[in-house]
């Protein structure tokens, strides 16, 4: 009997997944956002058990975000292979909010799929969720969606899938652009695949937007160009007409082929908390069991449209690779591999693993959740509960620096553990909040009265999260853990709580943090930290 997928496969902030299979190897892209460096891409040998491979966009020349809003930067990519090495096609995302998208659509490429990848060739910028498919020919075609800032109907900005060649030669876009496919009355149609099957050419996309609405529709045409025809059960996968359905906010997915001839399919969906339809967790990654008949619609091995949570595996070899890294103690090289920061390509600017062998040493540069430079570096929330500790050396000048530990989810929700000083230099520790209310931004401090500190000696911090509770503690040089006397919410780092106001597309973190809105890049060292997840 076949093994059994748990879903998600990708747990923890990982959306929008592009799969394709090499050989045996398998592999899934999905969307970073702000967090650098940029798209993560994970390897499988049999479809259940996966492991972190490569951040692909990892150097200043290839991706740039300082200034990215939130839940800007890099969306939706869509890997591929053809004629010997792997296309990766993503978009930039520098403006999300209002009535525009300024969507760079980029190209790199590599012949290894750990790289290195070259420099970015730019294709457009008429909207995003950019996709390449390869024809049979060897023609290459570019597909997004294209956003019309003029439509203000509801979901009417969303103008349909775009269609144009791509000159492997001139390295850009060439010929006509054509609206190949407008989508169902379910409207906000994006996150274009095409496949080629059976004579016919499959278009895969999202609609319903990536909320509770969400959902997967097929259409399928004799010509490149369309016309398309819709599957006429509508949405061959989605969550909104299942409330109870342990996978929410279903829809983006993309199609593979076992070497056996079977069918997956891959796509977003969250898992929000029971009775409070907060998304901790973010959106993840799920896959599902499809048949798909010679000339047929493909439809859910189970039936229906809702996604189940558990599916039956390939029959496959099993591969089982190492349990990722989840206790950190810093040495000098590259940074461990599950931890990110947000935005800059310049890390040296943000942290140092050699100033101080056996430390991390993060400089504190601008304020909480500032866009360019913001100094932190952190682990995703996978579970909805978990456990995290670190130790800092830090000798603050006053108020206008702070270091510790940080719960975040943007610059408009988070929990902060911070060590500070008064103006006079006594250090202490104080809790800020923000939790998304009007004035938007404006920080809370939920203690009655700042805890002391002593004048020198390392500070340990640690937080418990069990589904929407936040507990810290702290314990002095040789001293026990205590306590700090309050629970925050933790469902507020979610999605939902975010809003469109506040970005609402990535997932929440734990990690170690240094500002210094004085701009002395006053360094705060980190002797360790810890991620342990645990069940709910």
Known sequence: MNAIIQNPILRGFNPDPSILRVGDDYYIATSTFEWFPGVQIHHSR??????????????ESQLDMRGAEESGGVWAPCLTHADGKFWLIFSDLKRRTGSFKDSRNYLVTADNIEGPWSDPIYLNGSGFDPSL????????????????????EKGGKFGGILCQEYSVEEQRLVGPITNIYR???????????????????????????????????????RNLLGPYETDPAKHMLTSKDAPD?????SGHADIVETQDGEFYMVHLCSRPLPGLKRSVCGRETAIQKIIW??????????????????????DLPVQVWPEPQREFDFAPGPLPQPLQWLRTP???????????????RIFGRESPGNRF???????????????????????????????????????YLFHYLAITATEDGARELIVMSVKGDYPIGAVDYPLDQPIPLPATGAIRLGVSVDRDRLNFRYALPGGEWQPVPVTLDASLLADEAAGNACGSHTGAFVGMAAHDIAGTATPADFSHFRYMPRPA
């Open 46 to 59: 049999d479809l259940q058990n996966w492991r972190l491979l490569t951040r692909p966009l990892n150097r």
């Open 133 to 152: 498919f390869h024809d049979d020919d060897g023609r290459k075609y570019l597909l997004n969606m294209v956003w019309n800032h003029r439509n203000t």
């Open 183 to 221: 989508g169902t009355d379910l409207r906000l149609t994006e996150g274009p695949h095409l496949y080629k099957r059976d004579g016919w050419y499959w278009l895969l996309t999202a609609e319903g937007g990536t909320e509770y609405n969400h959902a997967v529709t097929i259409a399928r045409s």
């Open 245 to 249: 359905a342990e996978l929410q906010r």
């Open 293 to 314: 008949e010679p000339g047929e619609f493909p439809r859910l091995a189970h039936g229906g449209n809702v996604p189940a949570a558990q599916v039956p595996a390939p």
């Open 346 to 360: 310049q890390a040296t600017r943000i942290f140092s693993l050699e100033d101080r062998p056996g430390w991390l």
């Open 373 to 411: 430079e913001h100094a932190v570096v952190m682990h995703r929330q996978t579970e909805w509960a978990y456990d995290a500790e670190t130790e800092v050396e830090f000798a603050p000048q006053g108020y206008l620096q702070m270091a510790g530990l940080l719960c975040y989810y943007n610059a």
